[in-house]
DNA sequence: GCGGCGTACTGTATCGATCCAGAAGGGTTC
DNA sequence: GAACCCTTCTGGATCGATACAGTACGCCGC
């Protein structure tokens, strides 16, 4: 059996309490005493106070956890994700405290609400995931501290807020669309239809969307479009099952291999963009010539590319989120941080072809 | 005063037992009662057994932890490194486990080993530590399992290996560029000496090196080129602080602004090799032709780039980890795993200049 | 009518620590 | 030398759950 706190005691006859002082409160005990403990302890293989024990009674885990879109091994995929989480892990680091990354299988809805309701942690950070998910329901019912990049109705008083303003972080790149003459437009994004497959998405309205980013991000471009004329029906919105580079080119497929074929197309992720430039090479396109292209994050290929996109600040994002959750202020007004994000005009936008 | 069992059972008049097997027996009470109790949680808050207390008598924590180079957030910067942790979170995930990042401040060791020391887990994984790293002796005095991609002389029995050999890796690389004719040759790694500045590094021999990854890499070199007649002393090392571009841009300055400059300069990480490919081109010399530069890992900028470098599975390395770790084979011979790498010739060697 | 059996639920022990009120002992103060 | 303090150590209560042996009871067979 292994050796608990009584065995180490029991060994040199003191306390059990005695032993405890010498691992967290060395000022509790003499030094001598303290040593022959110590001293005590590794000849019997202890190596300290069990964590979970010790988190039992001192109601406190060391960790964080993380809430990520949909499949766990996606969120490394995804440039801007790393960055967030790059963020976040410093946050935590400075802090002395774990990051616990959940495992949120997105086949298996139960799962994932038993991996929230598991997590031996002290808060959550919540990053893209759809409105409707239950484990976020299981997350408000735990009652922990949270922060999280997307509002929702629901969320409790406990909850802060790190984000961006998202429609008005679009709605700037609608405009600088539209102020290059594009009249025939088109939307790319994930969770735009309720089906994960890659096709035209139907949207009557933007509040039909049911993921907060996506549905905010099309408001943006909705308001822009609109000024400028252009109505939302004649908006041609496609869904990608995964924020992920091939799904961008099939999803731009559908809007590049019909006539007329739109002139811009708005990707709601630098990803997807990505694939759409792909898609446009593919068919001898130019970008910003024959189509223009703009992405949303501004990830480090965004640049490489020049891709035309919104800049957010990744891992400041997480970093932020990180120390409202782990130290948050008093003043709940200071519990709603938003960031600036930037339109980073480069060279695959340029006036609608006449 | 958040509800617990005792709070669900006294309200309906059952026993704690009875309340507990609600959640985690059902089969064990009939459904009716099951449903009643399910209610009286929801009327008064309770979300279910907590995860602590749950962790602690059913020893297990549903998570295991990583430990990664230095810092954690730096561990994010790394393709490879986040293509390992693609691959352990895809275990993790199959396992509905979660992975627990601990924060390894590299300043303050005892901070590292406390992190050791709380971590709610059920077993580690390591990756990239220095051999000399306190944390490794807490985490074996844990006696948990754990899997690691460095093998260590005081690895306990439950310790399994899931890694490559990377001294034939590089020996593979080292051949090559002997066969392309330099003589002249330099190598940067981290970890080379002891205080972390970027300079020579002046060792007498790889096996001063305290860490294991770049000790094997290094003896594959060295006995690449003894095998062609370059002795040890004549090759020069330096070191990086950082796996990181602009490090490694910086230490390839100390070989570039010397005559005679080495006419190849082998990486122990890619990373490392594209901030040598940077200061190749700040003084306008062409990879491949003027300077040759040899890599490691074979992350996705390497292609981009055109380096050339040895391939290593990143992301299966992280699976195969996981999966070790989360379903350990009885047999200790399968407790090795080790995976193939592969030299990639790309455009940045070429036949040394005459 | 009684043993046997299965189902539904209870109650105590236990997981491995920390908290905290209090006791023992030595030294100081007046 | 009584009162007081400080340091050092103790022991019972507690954190919130699960394990497991045991009880109560209905039902079946004979």
Redesign the interface.
């Known amino acids: 059996m292994?050796p608990t706190l009584q065995t180490v005691a029991d060994a040199i006859g003191v306390s059990r309490s005695t032993v405890s002082n010498a691992y967290s409160r060395p000022d509790q005990l003499s030094a001598d005493l303290r040593d022959r403990i110590l001293a005590a302890a590794a000849a019997l293989?202890y190596?300290?106070?069990?964590?979970?024990?010790?988190?039992?009674r001192k109601r406190r885990?060391?960790?964080i956890?993380m809430l990520f879109t949909a499949?766990?091994?996606f969120?490394?995929?995804d440039p801007y994700a790393?960055?967030y989480?790059?963020?976040l892990?410093?946050a935590?680091?400075q802090?002395?405290?774990?990051?616990?990354?959940?495992?949120?299988?997105i086949e298996d809805d139960a799962?994932a609400v038993?991996?929230v309701?598991?997590?031996?942690v002290d808060g959550f950070c919540v990053y893209c995931m759809p409105d409707w998910h239950p484990a976020l329901d299981?997350l408000a019912?735990?009652?922990l501290p949270v922060v999280s990049g997307q509002r929702r109705s629901s969320d409790g008083p406990a909850s802060a807020f790190v984000g961006i303003d998202e429609a008005s972080a679009t709605r700037a790149a609608g405009e600088h669309l539209m102020a290059l003459g594009h009249r025939r437009v088109a939307v790319i994004g994930d969770y735009l239809s309720v089906a994960p497959t890659i096709g035209p998405a139907l949207l009557s309205s933007p509040a039909d969307v049911a993921y907060y980013t996506s549905r905010e991000r099309l408001r943006g471009y909705q308001s822009a479009f609109a000024a400028a004329g252009v109505e939302w029906p004649t908006v041609t919105t496609v869904n990608v099952p995964g924020n992920c580079r091939d799904d961008g080119a099939a999803a731009a497929a559908h809007l590049l291999d019909r006539a007329p074929r739109p002139t811009a197309i708005a990707a709601l992720s630098d990803i997807v963009a990505l694939g759409v430039l792909d898609a446009l090479r593919a068919r001898g396109l130019q970008p910003g010539r024959d189509v223009s292209v703009v992405g949303f994050d501004d990830i480090p290929e965004a640049a490489a590319e020049n891709l035309t996109t919104v800049h957010q600040p990744a891992s400041e994002r997480g970093r932020r989120s990180g120390e409202l959750l782990l130290d948050p202020p008093a003043d709940p007004a200071d519990r709603t941080v938003v960031l600036p994000t930037r339109l980073v005009v480069r060279a695959t936008t340029g006036p609608a072809p006449s």
Chains 1, 2 share one sequence.
């Not at 802090?95 to 299988?105: E, N």
Request: glycine share 16%.
């Open positions: 292994r293989g190596a300290g106070p069990d964590p979970t024990a010790r988190s039992l885990a060391g960790a956890g499949s766990l091994s969120a490394f995929t790393v960055g989480l790059r963020g892990a410093e935590a680091e802090a002395r405290t774990g990051l616990l990354l959940l495992p949120l299988s799962a038993a991996a309701n598991e997590a031996v299981a019912a735990r009652g």
